[in-house]
């Protein structure tokens, strides 16, 4: 346990479920939220009534919405917006950040525009080193966290110094966090789950079962570990928490907004219709195709990936999709699908 | 799609779900089960009516009792007996096995008195060379498979030409088999697995979430890497259809044995009670103590196991067992819990 000075900018359900593992673990915690009308609701009520109601917000978090008020002599800045508004975002924050603090990206996800990673976002627009740059990521459900169930993550920076003391600052008694130092391996891992589980979502939307389920889930993993190998990942990660951990989870839970996207796609409503009757993203119908053009840069198959895209895109239906990617002839298991 | 001679040793679910994915990929199956009355219904029904109730068994199969009249010119001789009876099953028709045959073991688990994997029982009680000693694995809960739900599955021999010709006789429209030549990946993966489901079932009946469970499936495949690494196994098996891909299906279904036993013993039942009220046999409750010897005899750390095997010995509670695996001490995340 390590009491430091957090800001964690963006109070949606997981910014707010993580500055509640921090407050846990002994830090103080400004938490960002960018409508003045959510961080007043914070204030007055205690909780976050939008994202995680019914959870109390201790004392050692305090809510604004004023950047350079949450940002003032922070050692850690966490990143808790979505994906494709980081970049923004930082542009807005920059003149605030502390010349010290470490940046820790919590975003999921690959920049449409750009196809680079949360992290490269934040060296290219905080213009900072990577070495200051952090991600956490793993299986972890905002509103289980939110309510102190056991859950493990994975903390990476490619300093495996700051790793450790942000394992420390992170470590509660509910929260375990392990570190790593292959940042890319966890933000790819992290990034295509989410389209992994648009994928079950259609199959489980299809009335499949636990078979279908798990056969997506792990060839999906394996996908996965061959695109984060050909840009310079450990294929270990894809194996643990913040790759396997995380797919699992989000592939499981009836919370995941990817999985549930992806089931009424299966259902059979469109992608407008889905997005219509949400208010939460469902990152991975984004990232999907930064991630294909990401794949087809590197030459390496990903047919998973390709069909949702195909899906998201309504080139294809859920149906077509599934009996496109079983279709495929037979071949030992080591090459794909 | 190959026509082949079949018989298929044991008519339980799995033997007889087996059963009916080689019959539809063209081959005459000739189904064994061990009680003379079963075999009889078998026949009259033309169902399983005591473990696949309601699926159609079409003319393709054959039911028997009598195991020289089922393994009469068997080209394959598939082997779905529990893994604890093996041994004693194929003394018995040793006389019988015609001499070209492949052998096939559907058995999950690691036998009690000698540590062995069954195709390695296979090779000793049946003095067969390894090359013709063939193994199924992966993600195939029986009832689906039996519905015809698209499935995936890996078949292994040392010999890759005998995989071969075993996946064209067991690959139908709805079951995919992946040919591996790592039989000990395979069997580890399948055998480990039950335990892995066990403590994940008393997760889910401590009232545990999915980041909870996605944290010991994770785990739990790490340290059945560790003891395949040491036993020779390659490390991709684990990440595939017969190591997580099995994981990942056992772990999530209501209809698997191992799971539903531990979530009974998280819920607080003994391993007597919940043994009294089911025919079944939950497997992971025979092997743990076997596979725990074999992590020790090559030194290999498996936590999971271990406190596992605890809880079936009555040593330890499933709420001590859990806290005892998540306060281990925080570490990087490629040396275990």
């Not at 991600?135 to 920076?157: D, F, I, T, Y």
């Not at 292959?182 to 299809?206: F, S």
């Not at 219709?273 to 939460?280: K, N």
């Not at 069909?307 to 279709?327: F, K, N, Q, Y």
């Amino acid at each position: 346990m390590t009491a430091a000075r957090v800001a964690v900018l963006g109070a949606g359900s997981w910014g707010t479920a993580f500055a509640l593992v921090l407050a846990d673990a002994g830090s103080s915690v400004a938490l960002w939220a960018r409508r003045p009308a959510l961080a007043a609701k914070l204030r007055e009520c205690a909780e976050n009534p939008e994202y995680l109601p019914g959870i109390p917000l201790p004392s050692a978090i305090s809510a604004t919405a004023d950047p350079g008020e949450a940002l003032d002599r922070a050692e850690y800045v966490v990143l808790a917006v979505p994906a494709q508004q980081l970049r923004a975002n930082l542009a807005s924050w920059s003149g605030h950040i502390p010349p010290a603090a470490v940046l820790v990206s919590l975003a999921k996800g690959i920049e449409l525009s750009t196809c680079l990673r949360m992290s490269e976002v934040v060296v290219e627009a905080a213009g900072v080193e990577q070495d200051r740059v952090a991600v956490v990521s793993g299986p972890n459900l905002a509103r289980e966290v939110a309510a102190r169930q056991p859950a493990a993550s994975v903390v990476a920076c490619r300093d495996s110094g700051v790793a450790e003391r942000l394992q420390k600052v992170c470590h509660s008694t509910a929260f375990r966090p392990y570190t790593n130092t292959d940042v890319v391996g966890c933000e790819l891992g992290g990034a295509t789950k989410n389209v992994i589980a648009l994928a079950v979502g259609m199959a489980v939307g299809l009335g499949f079962g636990d078979n279908a389920r798990a056969s997506v889930i792990t060839r999906g993993l394996a996908e996965t570990t061959r695109l984060g190998v050909a840009l310079g990942a450990d294929p270990y990660t894809f194996a643990g928490l913040a790759g396997l951990g995380d797919l699992v989870a989000t592939c499981s839970s009836p919370l995941s907004r990817n999985r549930t996207f992806g089931e009424k796609l299966g259902q059979g409503l469109t992608v407008a219709e889905i997005a219509a009757s949400s208010r939460q993203v469902a990152e991975g119908v984004k990232s999907c195709a930064a991630i294909l053009d990401l794949a087809r840069r590197h030459e390496v198959e990903m047919p998973i990936v390709e069909h949702v895209t195909s899906v998201v895109r309504g080139e294809l239906t859920p149906a077509e999709m599934l009996s496109g990617l079983v279709s495929r002839s037979a071949k030992p298991e080591r090459h794909g699908w």
